[in-house]
T-cell receptor, first 110, second 117 residues
Framework: KNEVEQSPQNLTAQEGEFITINCSYSVGISALHWLQQHPGGGIVSLFMLSSGKKKHGRLIATINIQEKHSSLHITASHPRDSAVYICAVDRGSTLGRLYFGRGTQLTVWP | ETGVTQTPRHLVMGMTNKKSLKCEQHLGHNAMYWYKQSAKKPLELMFVYNFKEQTENNSVPSRFSPECPNSSHLFLHLHTLQPEDSALYLC????????????????FGQGTRLTVV
């Protein structure tokens, strides 16, 4: 069983809809990362958080340490948000290695 | 532009070939990583280079050989690969925490799409 589980695996939405992607983890962590991967393959870091909530434009990330759960929200979704969203956790090793979820494929239709 | 550059972007190689993937980071980070991404699977860590402490080899076959000549450059040398090694290979860098410092987010390159024929 993977230490990091994401849901849903696939998500389709109409432009303008509110999107939520969930991430649950089963290990102690020092930080949780949300990443975005476009079809070309490159990965961009969206958020790194260890408590509470962060907001960047239309993206909001929350984390509940006690429940070992994080959510990524996209408000007013747009076709350019179509990508794979990946949750990853840092278990606090001095090597900085990350443990990844399988990703959520988001498709937003105009 | 993430500050991490990988070359080549695409590579097709035969099973008897020898090739190398290159990664360069311009962020002053102290750790660099090779990850493998196969279809329908989570990213898998292959190698870590941390310039303060140690490296990690995550049980990777010897046909993959990393080289880290300095803190800005990382190579992955490939030889006698198998078709199942076809995947996206991603390089990343980060600043791992030291005494009195906080770790940073990871920055990824665009990846090399490798096809072994």
């Amino acid at each position: 069983k993977n230490e990091v589980e994401q849901s849903p695996q696939n998500l389709t939405a109409q432009e303008g809809e509110f999107i939520t992607i969930n991430c649950s983890y089963s290990v102690g962590i020092s930080a949780l990362h949300w990443l975005q991967q476009h079809p070309g393959g490159g990965i961009v870091s969206l958020f790194m958080l260890s408590s509470g909530k962060k907001k960047h434009g239309r993206l909001i990330a929350t984390i509940n340490i006690q429940e070992k759960h994080s959510s990524l929200h996209i408000t007013a979704s747009h076709p350019r948000d179509s990508a794979v969203y990946i949750c990853a956790v840092d278990r606090g090793s001095t090597l900085g290695r990350l443990y990844f979820g399988r990703g959520t494929q988001l498709t937003v239709w105009p | 532009e993430t500050g991490v550059t990988q070359t080549p972007r695409h590579l097709v190689m035969g099973m008897t070939n020898k090739k190398s993937l290159k990664c360069e980071q311009h962020l002053g980070h102290n750790a660099m990583y090779w990850y493998k991404q196969s279809a329908k699977k989570p990213l898998e860590l292959m190698f870590v280079y941390n310039f303060k402490e140690q490296t990690e080899n995550n049980s990777v076959p010897s046909r993959f050989s990393p080289e880290c000549p300095n803190s800005s450059h990382l190579f992955l040398h490939l030889h006698t690969l198998q078709p199942e090694d076809s995947a996206l290979y991603l390089c990343a860098s980060s600043q791992v925490p030291g005494q009195g410092t906080r770790g940073t987010e990871a920055f990824f390159g665009q990846g090399t799409r490798l096809t072994v024929v």
